[in-house]
T-cell receptor, first 107, second 120 residues
């Protein structure tokens, strides 16, 4: 299983873009990159996933490097409600969650 | 919105009691999971199931047991609760990818709201 590395914490100003990095240098060819977030102690919420191409939905954009060894989740206009722990997961089956990145959006 | 439900949301019980945490989903998902999470800490997978009559232990050793008699139902049981079991328990489900290694894009997990358990 590919391991992921994320910074433990990040700050972002409200209204600015939040760029959350994730390294997954051991990713295999058929493994997807998933992003989830957990607000306070609620259940994690799915954000976005991708294999090779960049992806965008109503919540965020996912940029995956050409070699697939890293990715960046982009929240284009962060709000205070985006303060949460963000998890990057690389796995085809059976999701294991690491420590994630604690994003704090500040006024 | 995900259709996965956990009951109760909060439970305070005394040591030695037997408890069952309920988890149900109406999405027809084959795969279901139980995670344990202490405040401010990581999620730890404690049990999972690939389908009816399938149960597996996760990464974190747990004294709890699970059963999967029906697709939609995945209850977790503690035979004799102890203060060390105090934690939040989160249930999740996902569509099965089957044997297609390229179907990993269907592994979106949907989580319930969780059960906060306090054992006194």
């Amino acid at each position: 299983d590919a391991k992921t590395t994320q910074p433990p914490s990040m700050d972002c100003a409200e209204g600015r873009a939040a760029n959350l990095p994730c390294n997954h240098s051991t990713i295999s060819g058929n493994e997807y990159v998933y992003w989830y977030r957990q607000i306070h102690s609620q259940g994690p919420q799915y954000i976005i996933h991708g294999l090779k191409n960049n992806e965008t939905n109503e919540m965020a954009s996912l940029i995956i490097t050409e070699d697939r060894k890293s990715s960046t989740l982009i929240l284009p206009h962060a709000t205070l409600r985006d303060t949460a722990v963000y998890y990057c997961i690389v796995k085809n089956n059976d999701m294991r969650f690491g420590a994630g990145t604690r994003l704090t959006v500040k006024p | 919105e995900a259709d996965i439900y956990q009951t109760p949301r909060y439970l305070v019980i005394g040591t030695g009691k037997k408890i069952t945490l309920e988890c149900s989903q109406t999405m027809g998902h084959d795969k279901m999971y139980w995670y344990q999470q202490d405040p401010g800490m990581e999620l730890h997978l404690i049990h999972y199931s690939y389908g009816v009559n399938s149960t597996e232990k996760g990464d974190l050793s747990s004294e709890s047991t699970v059963s999967r008699i029906r697709t939609e139902h995945f209850p977790l049981t503690l035979e004799s609760a102890r203060p060390s079991h105090t934690s939040q328990y989160l249930c999740a489900s996902s569509e099965s990818a089957g044997s297609n290694i390229w179907a990993g894009g269907r592994n979106i997990q949907y989580f319930g709201a969780g059960t906060r358990l306090s054992v006194l």
